[in-house]
């Protein structure tokens, strides 16, 4: 399992580095992010601690959907039995969804990387279904938020560099306990969402050019 949490480095066909999607979003604030962790310190938790055992069973159940889709058994060795029984848990929702949505896979877990752009990603699932090509991310957490839909319209952009004409983009989030429950949000058009990861790309690239300059 620490492999599949490894960092990615994507470079460019002259093997130059450009940054991941993630990266280049991080340029972004997340006001949610800091009321969450502020709302856990009123409580008396420790976010660091919260977040990590939370992020634990939410890698592990992305992992087992993972394995799923590309008909692999999953290695748990360096999982408690309670972690893999919350992750199975977790899954259970993606499973029921998957009933009315057969999927065929196209690719899973594919690192890109755009050559007009200069970025890269690892798209989660791009899949037939029902005589659609869809785009799916898998989430993991108690909500869907807005620089989730930036993070789509890059990878939607790397598949049809890629070749893959993407009919619909979609979210799935996967709650990690029984109160986050499950949740879905598609996406035919993401035009503006991709100016936005445009624009975060530019100062990206600005900021890393005035700290070579500097």
Known sequence: MSNYQAHIRYKNKDGILVPGVTTV????????????????????????KYRDAMADI???AHYVIMCHLKNQTPVLDDYSPEQIDKAE??????YEWEKNHPLEPVLIEEPLVSE??????????????NGDLLLVDFKTGKGIYSEM?????????LLVEHGHDVGSARILRIGRSEDEGFEEQVRTNLDNEWAIFEHCLQIYQLQKKLKKEG
């Open 25 to 48: 979003l991080s340029v972004l604030n997340k006001p949610a992010l800091v009321k969450w962790a502020n709302n856990l310190g009123l409580q008396g938790i420790d976010s660091t």
């Open 58 to 60: 939410g890698t592990l």
């Open 89 to 94: 848990n977790c899954s259970l929702s993606f």
């Open 116 to 129: 007009e752009f200069q970025f890269g990603g690892t798209v989660d699932c791009c899949a037939k279904c």
């Open 149 to 157: 839909f930036y993070q789509l319209a890059a990878y939607r952009q």
